[in-house]
């Protein structure tokens, strides 16, 4: 069936550092992808998605883009801030399902 | 907009027990409604998709008896674990859609202990 693969965490990382955290998926058909992120004590909120080959998604400094060929969407973000510390999930969608890789845990330190 | 609530925020119960937890809509009309269960470093797995004034639909592998979804309001979900043992123990995840869009909303979890 259907899977995605992120990279483990922990992550940690200085303010303003680069950040990539992998995530890989195998489906049948041609899903939409999506990163969602959990806040401390929070629910997921859905942190920026793509629908079709070579989308960029963005959303507050995010980017991933839905590379087909390597069947990727890593996350990246150019300079990363404390307040990003969070839980990141990588997620396709196929059939109204939402399947989710294990989620990856950043933390930054100032 | 779009909040999703969960209530209890954690349940310590006894084995043996029934647990109740609730999942509302706050500010939107849900018409369907998703239960996941997360294990600790793990990803949320999805249990039931239910559809208000539906039954719910199970994932394979989800004990429908054990596990007990009501969606009778459009802004309300219940999930019932009866009959709780320690394996039951773990977070308890729902999330909402509503009409015209294929977001879901997630609530910030449950967390269940059973002794």
């Known amino acids: 069936g259907d899977s995605v693969t992120q990279m483990e965490g922990p992550v940690t990382l200085s303010e303003e550092a680069f950040l990539t955290i992998n995530c890989t998926y195998t489906?049948?058909?041609?899903?939409?992808l999506f990163w969602y992120v959990q806040y401390p004590g929070e629910g997921l909120q859905l942190l920026l998605k793509?629908?079709?080959?070579?989308d960029k998604g963005s959303n507050k400094g995010f980017e991933a883009t839905y590379r087909k060929e390597t069947t990727s969407f890593h996350l990246e973000k150019g300079s990363v801030q404390v307040s990003d510390s969070a839980v990141y999930f990588c997620?396709?969608?196929?059939?109204?399902?939402?399947?989710f890789g294990q989620g990856t845990e950043l933390s930054v330190k100032p | 907009g779009a909040v999703v609530s969960q209530h209890p925020s954690w349940v310590i119960c006894k084995s043996g027990t029934s647990v109740k937890i609730e999942c509302r809509s706050l500010?939107?009309?849900?018409?369907?409604m998703f239960w996941y269960r997360q294990f600790p470093k793990q990803s949320l797995m999805l249990m039931a998709t239910?559809?208000?004034?539906?039954?719910?639909?199970?994932e394979q592998g989800v004990e429908k008896d054990k596990f007990l979804i009501n969606h009778a309001s459009l802004t309300l979900s219940t999930l019932t674990v009866t009959s709780a043992h320690p394996e039951d123990s773990s977070f308890y995840i729902c999330?909402?859609?509503?009409?015209?869009?294929?977001?879901?909303?997630f609530g910030p979890g449950t967390r269940l202990t059973v002794l």
């Open positions: 999330s909402a859609k509503g009409t015209g869009t294929n977001e879901q909303f």
């Open positions: 489906a049948t058909g041609y899903p939409s």
């Open positions: 793509a629908t079709k080959a070579d």
């Open positions: 997620a396709l969608t196929e059939g109204g399902k939402l399947i």
């Open positions: 500010d939107f009309q849900a018409t369907t």
């Open positions: 239910s559809n208000e004034g539906s039954k719910a639909t199970y």
